[in-house]
């Protein structure tokens, strides 16, 4: 757990200390090898689209897997530590979460500010997502879920492996040329394992935001979301999270007059943003108290 700590801290610290590292993390090949796997006319026949989809990801995250398993105990663990930390670094986003939401803040006019919103989402939204408050907050927690902290709690639980495996799925979804493979019912499949794997993470970043934030807020959200939430919510859905989210920052604008409502939502989603790295300090703490109790032990 210790190495995994440290591997953790030293992928972060590249991460926000080269921000030109994102164009190192390209998936290109692995778009074209979900795309020559859903071409191949075996595939279509064999398996059901959502069966190969998984599979494309099986296989490189099972490669993975054994180059992490043989370099288990070879040179006193350091082949295993470099392996874990660049898998993660290059999992990590891929873009990088700060930027987009600067940019955002930083877009000249309203024009401007909603096009920039539109690159939060892994998935492009349909349709275009309004520059509001609400919306910008839900955003911001829903890219911190998906880029930082499924990566992260995967890898804490399963190491690399489980990282790239949460990210192939994650990119699978957001990729136009993969889902053109897959019928309606399939995609919606494939969100439905992404909601399940998310579901811990999200538990988790609830009561982390409690920890770091307004505790009687976001436990009073919580108990309003599971207690009249809408009932036509999909399994997992992560609305709990968001609606802690939003009792966690000032969603009220000055006035009514277009310009103040951007400003607000300006505004929260940077707040929203410092929420995402005290969670991310939250959790860095917590397993750094397990690994000492477990020195001490």
């Not at 999200?202 to 108990?223: E, H, P």
Request: aromatic residues 10%.
């Amino acid at each position: 757990m210790a190495t995994v700590l440290l591997a953790a801290l030293i992928a972060l610290l590249i991460g926000h200390a080269v921000p030109d590292l994102v164009r190192l993390r390209d998936f290109g090949w692995y778009q074209n090898w979900v795309c020559w796997c859903g071409d191949r006319p075996q595939a279509r026949g064999l398996l059901p689209g959502q069966w190969w989809l998984l599979l494309s990801i099986l296989v490189p995250v099972l490669l993975l897997g054994l180059l992490q398993w043989s370099a288990r105990g070879q040179w006193w663990g350091l082949p295993s530590f470099v392996l874990a930390t660049l898998v993660l670094t290059y999992c990590w986003g891929p873009r990088d979460l700060d930027a987009d939401v600067d940019a955002i803040g930083l877009a000249g006019d309203a024009s401007s500010r909603q096009q920039a919103l539109q690159s939060l989402p892994d998935e492009p939204p349909e349709p275009a997502l309004e520059v509001t408050p609400t919306v910008l907050v839900d955003q911001v927690f829903l890219a911190g879920l998906s880029r930082w902290f499924g990566v992260l709690f995967w890898f804490f639980v399963l190491g690399a492996a489980g990282a790239l495996a949460y990210r192939l799925l994650r990119l699978a979804l957001a990729t136009e040329s993969c889902r053109q493979h897959l019928s309606a019912p399939q995609v919606e499949s494939i969100r439905a394992l992404a909601r399940l794997l998310d579901w811990p993470v999200a538990q988790l970043m609830t009561v982390a935001l409690a920890l770091a934030a307004d505790f009687d807020a976001v436990v009073g959200a919580w108990r309003d979301f599971h207690g009249q939430g809408p009932v036509d919510s999909p399994a997992f859905d992560p609305g709990y999270l968001l609606a802690a989210a939003r009792a966690s920052v000032d969603l009220e604008p000055g006035s009514d007059a277009d310009a103040d409502l951007q400003e607000t939502a300006v505004a929260a989603a940077q707040q929203a943003l410092a929420l995402i790295w005290r969670i991310l300090v939250v959790w860095l703490a917590a397993v750094s108290l397990l690994v000492l109790a477990g020195k001490i032990g």
